[in-house]
């Protein structure tokens, strides 16, 4: 590992979670293409992304599971 490597762990409550315009779960495709199109933000930005992307999914949606992501900065 060298110093700025960024490591994300997560429950499977985000890929899981319905939502959208269809109802249907996030997927983990969409999850990782996520993660991929935000990693060069700060972890405060990459919180704050992904807190307003689920927030966005869900809409009026209830949650269903534990939505748990961990980052962690070297």
Do not use: C
Request: proline letters at 3%; charged letters at 30%.
């Amino acid at each position: 590992l060298l110093k700025g490597d960024k490591l994300l762990m997560s429950s499977d409550g985000y890929p899981d979670q319905f939502g959208g315009p269809e109802g249907k779960k996030f997927m983990k495709k969409r999850f990782k293409e996520l993660l991929f199109n935000i990693y060069d933000q700060s972890m405060e930005q990459q919180n704050i992304t992904l807190d307003n992307t689920i927030e966005a999914w869900k809409a009026n949606t209830h949650q269903m599971d534990d939505i748990l992501v961990i980052g962690i900065e070297i």
